[in-house]
């Protein structure tokens, strides 16, 4: 059975101030995806979801995205917020979904108890929750997410990625995940895409375990530490 | 006395509804900026012989246009622009209001605020724009709140997050424009945004702050009309004094 292909990107290139940052990236993500992208700080990570999100144009290349539907989760998303009352419910109702949809979405993010409460008075690991219920209540086929377990304790990081497991097996969300955090990537997504302003690789997550790709991607000697080691 | 009170109650009802906006966008510093180049509007005004208060609209909708069409392209942070244009339009301005014979009376009332001496039809010109600006929150207030609070979730999403930018900016364009009458150009700002800083001190939700911000602007504006009365001061000086004290209390109750 062919998948539905979401998002097709062909030959990719963009600059900034005549730097290249992105060369003749291509990349295909199909309707059930779950990617993890990695790359060195500058390598064109962010930019190339900016691409993809519409928020930056390409200066050469074809980007070709089937799914009007996408929805974005920003690094940082609920931080720069502390100072303002915004509700929970207000971020989901900004969305102008129905009262039933947002009922739905706060029960799948296990926020239904902090409904009322003001975004800045939750914790960094509730704040990107929110922000997924926001996702889900624009119908989005694909959510991609910016570093999101940035500042998240443990136990809020595993929470996190077994939402993002059901969203995407059971809510047939396709998910883009860009992180620094390897080992995480490593433990819970099925595709990596590595990116070095080219695209290195993109396959089954176990590659990580090669020492010699990481060493390609970063430019310098990385090993994974499982997980439970931290 | 009447008129201030009407013109005061208008204003504190419209002043801080925007002023949460633009806190929320963290744009705090573009109602001073559009003050300041309020005052080319009010020269211009001045020179040719027609309504100040009307040219000064002009003037700073098609200013806040140009900050905003800046800001977009981000290629200047949003600081520098407004710091561009906040001394940018003070020149002008100035050399207007040197053509036009120096400083005179009619000047004052727009830099420091002249409320107690507002006409029947500026009354009206108040109450027709406020509630046009009001309207128009009330008809878009989901997406100026969303395009406000999370631009590039909110373009995502689907949102025309560049025309509601031009919105707003009109919008606060035009209430810094009625403002200036009841503050002064130079106290424009705080009218706007120190209630709303109050109010979201205390709030549980963003409608919470824009009912409490209106309620301290209320007080703060009558409150500075007593005083002025009084006292024998100036009434735009009093009322953002009250704001003040409002914010001075709501954060030593905090505490």
């Given at each position: ?230 | ?226 005083a002025a009365f009084y006292f024998n001061l100036p009434a735009g000086s009093t009322i953002v004094l009250m704001s003040l004290v409002i914010f001075a209390l709501v954060t030593a109750r905090q505490n």
């Amino acid at each position: 059975m062919t998948q539905k292909t979401l998002i097709n990107l062909q030959e990719i290139c963009f600059a900034y101030n005549q730097e290249l940052i992105l060369d003749h990236v291509s990349l295909r993500v199909e309707k059930g995806d779950f990617i993890g992208m990695i790359g060195p700080n500058g390598g064109g990570k962010t930019t190339l979801l900016k691409i993809i999100l519409g928020l930056l144009k390409a200066d050469s290349g074809h980007a070709e995205i089937q799914s009007k539907k996408i929805a974005y989760v920003a690094q940082h998303a609920g931080y720069k917020q502390h100072f303002l009352p915004i509700s929970v419910e207000e971020v989901l109702q900004m969305t102008g979904a129905k009262e039933s949809a947002i009922i739905q979405a706060l029960a799948i993010t296990n926020l239904s108890e902090k409904r009322e409460r003001l975004l800045r008075d939750l914790s960094v690991g509730q704040q990107q929750r929110v922000f997924i219920a926001r996702a889900l209540l624009t119908q989005a086929e694909i959510l991609i997410l910016d570093e999101p377990t940035v500042g998240v304790d443990q136990q809020a990081q595993n929470q996190f990625y077994d939402l993002l497991r059901d969203l995407n097996q059971n809510h047939k969300l396709s998910i883009i995940l860009v992180s620094h955090e390897i080992d995480l990537i490593a433990k819970e997504v099925k595709q990596i895409v590595c990116i070095n302003k080219k695209l290195i690789y993109h396959g089954q997550a176990a590659a990580l375990q090669d020492k010699k790709l990481l060493q390609k991607v970063f430019g310098t000697h990385q090993q994974l530490i499982p997980h439970h080691q931290h | 006395m009447t008129n201030a009170m009407i013109a005061g109650t208008i204003i504190a009802c419209l002043a801080p509804l925007i002023g949460n906006f633009v806190l929320l966008k963290r744009i705090a510093l573009i109602s001073d900026t559009l003050a300041h180049l309020a005052l080319i509007g009010v020269a211009i005004g001045l020179i040719t012989h027609t309504q100040p208060f009307l040219v000064t609209i002009l003037v700073t909708s098609i200013a806040a246009i140009l900050i905003e069409k800046m800001r977009s392209q981000k290629k200047i942070s949003e600081d520098t622009i407004l710091a561009l244009f906040l001394p940018g339009g003070l020149a002008i301005a100035l050399i207007l209001v040197s053509l036009s014979g120096g400083l005179n009376a009619n000047l004052f009332d727009y830099l420091f605020g002249s409320i107690t001496t507002i006409s029947n039809a500026e009354i009206y010109q108040i109450a027709i724009l406020a509630m046009i600006v009001i309207g128009l929150i009330a008809i878009f207030y989901k997406q100026l709140l969303f395009s406000s609070f999370d631009e590039e979730g909110a373009k995502v999403a689907g949102l025309p997050t560049k025309w509601l930018n031009y919105l707003l900016a009109v919008l606060i364009a035009v209430t810094v424009s009625l403002s200036m009458r009841i503050v002064g150009v130079l106290l424009v700002g705080a009218l706007m945004v120190i209630p709303s800083v109050s109010a979201m001190r205390i709030a549980q939700s963003f409608k919470a702050s824009l009912f409490w911000s209106v309620i301290f602007a209320l007080i703060a504006v009558f409150g500075g009309l007593m005083a002025a009365f009084y006292f024998n001061l100036p009434a735009g000086s009093t009322i953002v004094l009250m704001s003040l004290v409002i914010f001075a209390l709501v954060t030593a109750r905090q505490n």
